[in-house]
């Protein structure tokens, strides 16, 4: 038994089967001429009349071998090469080259694909499904762009709804629903940040504690309706005396809290809450019905506490404003307006408090 | 069940019954108020509710209302147009429906698509066999592959048969590969203008 020999070399194949195994096959001769293209390439490269035409003519290779031409075409086989078309849409071209037959005679054979411009191919080609050899992933890969960009805009459009969820649900979580104003969580953060802030950079900031007088005989002899209606109107007389950068929070039935950034005179201030209250006092009219209130006031500024302390201030703006209320309602009362009391970390509130007669 | 499939026969209620119906349907399967999210994961009970739903208020076989399901999903131009990925006639296409599962997780890994085998069987006909984990697909899959063979502009007899061991068995007899000419389908996107 004699072993047959293992071949080395393929017998002859016709362009028409390698066409089929390679539509995108370029076939060069010894002095760079076109000598044959598989059907995709020609299709791209607009017929198969290149055959004959030098290589140069119609194609540039790209990238690192781009100086290897126009001299020795032997140059490129063995390495991942990348072409363009000299004419026409910018397509790239990627694949390799062998090395064919006797070296004077045979030439460069060259396998192509479109790499990752597939799809931009496909389009300005108008490629189909029949000009990919079956073993190419192209299918797939058109396939797999697609399927990506449709569960990409359904991830847009979830994320875009999440987030207006979150949107509605934060403000939600930090507004009172019946006047729009901030809530205590609300409030409780923003004091935080302006407590930080001013140990920070030492911007001030002061603490009006708001509470309506009379409010409950309104409630009482008008009913809920009028309540509501009154707290409304507080809302809107205190966020009209408050500027952007202020919040206006209301923590309770008829409490109210005003924060406000920045250093303010303390006479400013109590021209503040004296004008508050003298806004407040005006008849609001509802339903046929004439609802009176008044409000008293206590104001605890930050430059009387070091470190700032928001927590005591606005239990010290609550002493303040009970000591408005006993002292005969309407009134508005600034700590440490005469000066603050300078113990560390102490309040101010052993400051005798003005007391201001409501004007109107 | 993925959301995707959720929505989609959500889609598909409301689109072919109106949203009235719909809205009714989703009350009574305690469905989120906002309907499903495509990209989330729902229950399987509670599309099977809904479907339940569906079929009782419009009086109609749920097996019925399920194949309209599969021949509807074709009139979703993204979805005609990844399933006519897979083959250039419809002999090709069916061929490639072994691969839908596979192709279904190369776009999303988490969806879950009942696993297909097809067979040769007697007279040329084709049998696919459809193993899912819920009730159901058969029903949707044959009426989706009649539509593809509109789409295809092919003549298939699709017919399901009874179901064994878990699979539901649907037989395809394709009596013309290319009967009338089957919509376009250019492998590009069309741009959007």
């Known amino acids: 038994m004699t072993a047959r020999p293992i071949p080395t070399a393929m017998p002859d194949v016709s362009l028409s089967a390698l066409g089929r195994?390679?539509?995108?096959?370029?076939?060069?001769?010894?002095?760079?001429?076109i000598r044959a293209l598989g059907p995709t390439?020609?299709?791209?490269?607009?017929?198969?009349?290149?055959?004959?035409?030098?290589?140069?003519?119609h194609f540039i290779v790209t990238g690192a071998h781009q100086f290897t031409l126009p001299g020795d075409l032997r140059?490129?086989?063995?390495?991942?090469?990348?072409?363009?078309?000299?004419?026409?849409?910018?397509?790239?071209?990627?694949?390799?080259?062998?090395?064919?037959?006797?070296?004077?005679?045979?030439?460069?054979?060259?396998?192509?694909?479109?790499?990752?411009g597939i799809a931009g191919a496909v389009r300005e080609h108008g490629l189909t499904d029949a000009d990919f050899a079956p073993t190419e992933l192209a299918m797939e890969l058109l396939y797999l762009q697609e399927a990506k960009t449709a569960v990409m805009a359904e991830l847009r459009a979830l994320n875009a709804r999440l987030q207006e969820a979150q949107r509605a649900a934060e403000a939600q979580a930090l507004s009172d629903p019946l006047t729009g104003l901030a809530n205590r969580r609300a409030l409780e953060r923003e004091l935080a940040r302006a407590a930080a802030e001013t140990q920070r950079s030492g911007t001030h900031f002061a603490l009006a504690h708001i509470d309506l007088d009379h409010f409950k005989a309104v409630n009482d002899t008008l009913g809920h309706a009028a309540g509501d209606h009154v707290l409304v109107h507080a809302a809107e007389v205190l966020q009209l005396a408050a500027r952007r950068s202020d919040l206006v929070a209301r923590v309770g039935g008829d409490e109210f809290v005003l924060l406000l950034r920045g250093t303010?005179?303390?006479?400013?201030?109590?021209?503040?809450?004296?004008?508050?209250?003298?806004?407040?006092?005006?008849?609001?009219?509802?339903?046929?019905?004439?609802?009176?209130?008044s409000a008293s006031i206590g104001i605890a500024l930050s430059h009387c506490y070091d470190p700032p302390d928001a927590e005591r201030m606005l239990t010290d703006a609550d002493v303040a404003l009970y000591d408005a209320k006993r002292s005969g309602r309407g009134r508005c009362i600034v700590l440490g307006r005469a000066g603050c009391v300078a113990a560390a970390g102490r309040a101010a509130a052993a400051v005798p408090p003005t007391a201001a007669t409501p004007a109107g | 069940m993925h959301g995707l499939i959720n929505r989609s026969i959500q889609r598909f209620l409301r689109d072919t019954y109106g949203p009235e119906l719909w809205q009714t349907v989703a009350e009574a399967a305690a469905v989120p108020a906002a309907g499903f999210e495509a990209m989330l994961q729902y229950d399987d009970a509670l599309?099977?509710?809904?479907?339940?739903?569906?079929?009782?208020?419009?009086?109609k076989p749920q097996e019925a209302l399920l194949e309209d399901l599969g021949t509807y999903l074709v009139t979703l131009e993204p979805l005609r147009r990844l399933l006519r990925f897979g083959g250039v006639d419809y002999a090709d296409f069916l061929m490639s429906l072994e691969e839908l599962p596979a192709r279904g997780r190369m776009a999303l890994p988490e969806l879950d698509l009942p696993q297909l085998a097809l067979a040769a069987a007697a007279e040329g006909r084709l049998v696919l066999m459809v193993r899912a984990g819920v009730p159901g697909w058969g029903l949707v899959l044959s009426g989706l592959l009649r539509a593809m063979a509109d789409d295809y502009g092919a003549l298939a007899l699709i017919e399901l048969g009874a179901a064994a061991d878990g699979q539901d068995r649907i037989s395809v007899d394709l009596l013309d590969s290319r009967f009338a000419s089957g919509r376009r389908f250019e492998l590009a996107q069309p741009v959007a203008l």
């Open chain 1, 41 to 57: 390439l020609a299709k791209i490269c607009g017929g198969a009349g290149l055959v004959g035409h030098p290589f140069a003519e």
């Open chain 1, 21 to 33: 195994l390679m539509p995108m096959f370029l076939w060069i001769g010894p002095a760079g001429e």
């Open chain 1, 264 to 293: 303010i005179d303390p006479d400013d201030l109590q021209a503040l809450g004296e004008r508050v209250i003298a806004r407040l006092e005006k008849p609001i009219p509802h339903e046929g019905a004439t609802c009176r209130i």
């Open chain 2, 47 to 59: 599309t099977a509710a809904m479907l339940r739903v569906a079929a009782d208020r419009l009086g």
């Open chain 1, 75 to 116: 140059m490129l086989p063995g390495r991942r090469l990348h072409l363009a078309l000299r004419r026409g849409p910018a397509t790239g071209l990627r694949g390799l080259a062998v090395a064919v037959g006797p070296e004077s005679a045979g030439g460069v054979f060259f396998n192509l694909s479109f790499g990752v």
